[in-house]
């Protein structure tokens, strides 16, 4: 018996859990990718024989990838070596001591305690309670849904869900509600900084972002091989239940017959017929026509001034000297107000930035081999690399911003001849265009953000949107969730049409 078809356009996290997902149930599967290897923004940057993860760096909520290797027949740690993460961060603002944050939340309270005093240890203990709330009232009518809408958030309960909508506090800014847990700005500085998780500030993103912090608490892992591991273990799993993956092909087309999307169209100009297309893009690149013009009513530009943050990275082989570094390390600006004004209010890079991070040969201890490391450093910048020419001077003046401040703060990173490649936000704009660089799609600015990201169908039927610009929103596995929801909406839309022709499951493989 014939099996639908299905063309996934994109090899990022959401593309390959898709991918994956509808290959266990049996569908057939062509994976179109037009770099040379999957993940997407969850990439790797080869520096002499070093191998340095430059995208996402964090990986938590762990269940996602277990349920969706469950479903299959699988079990993720087969396929995936975790070492969970003793120490979550590391988080400095001078030469003095810095405060750790560490999975045991009585470690933390304790390192809060000794770093800012008892009062913001027992501010601590309420946030903690209070992020956990949120993040369990926003679990499953929220980050599972398919789509976002306040209807289904406050859901069947009716006026209780009403009243229980003030508690996942959409209608107060981050910082203005951190006040009520911590008066020693330092502390309102870390805990704002997971705003940044979504491409977001802390002064005007909701405080329903708080919830961020919790899923830090319920563990955060360091993966064998580096995050990039993790795309080709889902990318080995795919085709292990029969999906093709190729490589090096550009989709200039999703092409559309009798208003259903039929396949796409390759830039050799090959035709691949589907029954279903799922576009694992940002949606800024399907509403600016790079996949033709009939596909840009399946989604909506998002306003240059509702973009997220970009970045500008230096991926380094380096020998550290000084701060002892965890593997997450964060040493904050003295002025975090004026960080994000210069970004998002004058669309500039930030005169002293708050600087991220990732010792990738340090698994939550500060001790590493002797010798260079394996090093991705990161500051936050405005998405306008599609209007603004990142020149020699400007990039090597943040340069000198960066590792000056990190001077200051008592590390210093010797690198090794032609051993740092830098990323600007220009440079992610060519690999994700139409984007500006922004890497979290739509910033989640004021209380309606979440809500204007596209769920997974669109008004085009048979087309389907996955990834870190849609619902759920950005990072690793609010990125799979998206992926998973394209893939189940695919399956219920085949299962009502009466098309879907599933086959027997084939066993995975394991990749270990």
């Known amino acids: 018996m014939p099996r639908d078809r299905v063309v996934v356009v994109g090899s990022g996290v959401a593309g390959l859990v898709s991918a994956f997902a509808l290959a266990a149930r049996g569908l057939d599967v062509t994976v179109l990718e037009r770099a040379a290897t999957p993940g997407g923004k969850m990439r790797e940057i080869a520096i002499g024989t070093s191998r340095i ?59 809060i305690g000794d770093f800012a005093g008892a009062q913001e240890a027992d501010g601590y203990r309420a946030f903690c309670r209070d992020t956990k709330r949120i993040y ?21 309960d009716g006026i209780r869900g009403l009243m229980r909508l003030p508690q996942i506090k959409p209608f107060s800014s981050m910082w203005s509600a951190l006040r009520r847990y911590f008066a020693d700005p330092r502390l309102r500085q870390l805990f704002g900084r997971y705003a940044t998780y979504c491409g977001s500030s802390p002064y005007l993103a909701p405080a329903t972002l708080m919830l961020v912090a919790h899923v830090e608490r319920e563990g955060v892992w360091s993966i064998d091989g580096g995050m990039h591991a993790l795309a080709k273990a889902l990318a080995d799993c ?40 799922i576009v694992n893009a940002d949606v800024g690149a399907v509403a600016d026509g790079m996949f033709g013009p009939l596909a840009r009513r399946a989604a909506t530009e ?62 939550g201890h500060d001790i590493a081999a002797t010798g260079p490391e394996r090093f991705l450093v990161l500051v936050n910048a405005p998405a306008n690399g599609d209007r603004h020419v990142y020149d020699t001077m400007e990039v090597a003046q943040c340069a000198q911003r960066t590792f000056g401040m990190l001077e200051r703060r008592g590390l210093r990173l010797q690198a090794q001849a ?33 809500f204007q990201r596209p769920g997974a169908r669109t008004k085009i039927p048979g087309l389907y949107l996955a990834g870190g610009s849609t619902h759920p929103g950005p990072g690793v596995p609010m990125a799979a969730l998206s992926g998973r929801s394209a893939a189940a909406s695919l399956l219920a839309d085949l299962t009502s ?16």
């Open 53 to 111: 993860d430059s995208g996402p760096t964090v990986f938590t909520m762990r269940w996602v990838f277990d349920e969706l290797f469950a479903a299959a027949g699988l079990n993720f740690a087969d396929h995936v070596c975790l070492r969970p993460l003793e120490t979550l961060a590391r988080h400095a603002w001078d030469e003095h001591g810095p405060l750790d944050l560490f999975a045991d939340q009585e470690r933390t309270v304790d390192a």
């Open 136 to 156: 369990e009232i926003l679990e499953k009518p929220f980050l599972r849904a398919a789509q976002p809408s306040m209807g289904g958030l406050i859901g069947a």
């Open 418 to 450: 032609d051993a740092m490649q830098v990323t600007t936000p220009e440079d992610f704009n060519r690999m994700f265009p139409a984007t500006g660089g922004a890497l979290y799609g739509r910033s989640s600015h004021g209380w309606t953000a979440s």
């Open 238 to 277: 795919a085709r292990s239940f029969g999906a093709t993956i190729r490589y090096g092909e550009d989709v200039s087309e999703i092409l559309v017959s009798g208003g259903r999307a039929s396949g796409v169209r390759l830039a050799s100009g090959e035709r691949i017929a589907a029954d279903a297309v």
């Open 302 to 363: 998002i306003p240059l001034r509702e973009r997220s943050l970009s970045a500008m990275t230096w991926s380094v082989v380096a020998k550290p000297d000084g701060f002892p570094l965890h593997r997450h390390n964060v040493f904050f600006s003295g002025d975090y107000a004026a960080e994000f004004d210069d970004i998002f209010a004058h669309g500039r890079l930030p005169r002293e930035p708050t600087v991220y991070i990732c010792a990738q040969d340090r698994n």
């Open 497 to 512: 049409r009466g098309s879907f022709r599933q086959t027997a499951m084939r066993g995975g493989t394991s990749t270990r």
